[in-house]
């Protein structure tokens, strides 16, 4: 458990953010930026997080006192259910090397992050952090839990045998700045957004929303995970991994409606039932957290609107009108 005195002080740290390139590390380099710490990353160009040779070499050249492992191959429903030994090879080999390289350079800190389908497919909601192992995962997703209960050993087996200081977070679905809006591999927020743009700028009457509407979904906005995560590294000491999220949930069809009011579309939604519902609801136990001191802040419609805004702004014309 953490306690006070097993505060980890970021200032003047060398802090590897891996993975600084995604939604989530991008997220996390804009929040360290605010803490007075040397950020460290690494181009895709120059490291393989996959090749162990190339992690261990990058590792003894900068020498990071702390690492936030954001680094992983993710990816919607689908892409999880067509791309099994991507999900489950790239996840491992990624994981492994990184973990295994902090505990040879001696690194102080490191933080994992995993993901909320680690846990059975049909545990009590809400879901609490004693529920890993508890039952059969989701099939759609099991390959990248498996990584990433992997991923979560990994660090509590080098905690227990060598006593590294690696913590791990499991945050819920998350979306926001710098999303993947690519529709073959995104997650359902920004996949809706992007079809439902586009049915406002080509005047459809229609969009498409995979599965039955019905499932239930948590989503936290990127730079409140981000913010967490620094929470984390800054309090948390301990062997059990931590959940994030908000604590709510919203079902799809509920979360496409009000994705609908803020683009600005007034069309009707037909279910694709022959594509995956998935877990039927994942709402994450965020008491932990709450009692450590940490809660999550930005309202759903709230950051669904700056992501529209991102979105409009960064995107280019050519490739918004696509659907
Ligand atoms: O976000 P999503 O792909 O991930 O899908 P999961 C959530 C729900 O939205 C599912 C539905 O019920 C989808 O069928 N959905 C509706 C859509 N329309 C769409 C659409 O156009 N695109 C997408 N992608 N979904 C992932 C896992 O599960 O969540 C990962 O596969 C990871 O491993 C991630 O854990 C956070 O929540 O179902």
Redesign the pocket.
């Known amino acids: 458990m953490s306690t006070a005195a097993e505060t980890f002080d970021l200032r003047g740290r060398r802090v590897w953010v891996a993975g600084h390139r995604g939604m989530v590390g991008s997220a996390l380099v804009r929040r360290l930026a605010r803490e007075h710490c040397e950020i460290l990353t690494a181009d895709r160009q120059a490291v393989d997080l996959r090749r162990q040779a190339d992690v261990e070499a990058w590792m003894d050249a900068h020498r990071p006192d702390a690492i936030v492992l954001a680094a992983a191959r993710v990816g919607?429903?689908?892409a999880?259910d067509r791309h099994p030994a991507e999900f489950l090879y790239d996840n491992l080999a990624i994981e492994a090397n990184v973990i295994h390289a902090a505990w040879r350079a001696g690194v102080r800190k490191l933080l994992f992050l995993g993901?909320?389908?680690i846990y059975p497919k049909l545990a009590p909601q809400p879901l609490q952090e004693s529920a890993l192992l508890t039952g059969p995962l989701e099939p759609?997703?099991e390959w990248?839990?498996i990584a990433k209960i992997a991923g979560i050993k990994l660090c509590q087996a080098y905690r227990r045998q060598y006593g590294c200081d690696f913590i791990s977070a499991m945050p819920t679905?998350l979306y926001g700045v710098g999303d993947n809006f690519d529709?073959a591999g995104?997650?359902?927020l920004p996949?809706?957004m992007r079809?439902i743009h586009t049915a406002r700028e080509t005047r459809a009457p229609t969009v498409e929303?995979?599965?039955s509407g019905t499932?239930l979904?948590e989503f936290l906005f990127v730079d409140d995970l981000a913010d967490g995560l620094v929470f984390l590294l800054r309090n948390y000491s301990g062997e059990e991994h931590v959940n994030i999220g908000t604590g709510s949930e919203v079902t799809?069809r509920d979360l496409a409606r009000t994705i609908a009011e803020v683009v600005g579309w007034t069309g009707e939604f037909v279910f694709d039932t022959s594509?995956?519902?998935?877990?039927p609801r994942?709402l994450m136990d965020v008491s932990r957290m709450a009692r450590m001191g940490w809660t999550a802040r930005t309202e759903l419609r709230a950051g669904i609107e700056a992501t529209y805004r991102w979105y409009l702004e960064t995107t280019p014309e050519t490739v918004r009108g696509h659907g």
């Open positions: 919607g429903i689908l999880n993901s909320s389908c759609t997703n990248y839990a679905n529709l995104s997650h359902v996949a809706l079809k929303i995979w599965g499932p979904r799809i594509k995956p519902d998935g877990t994942k």
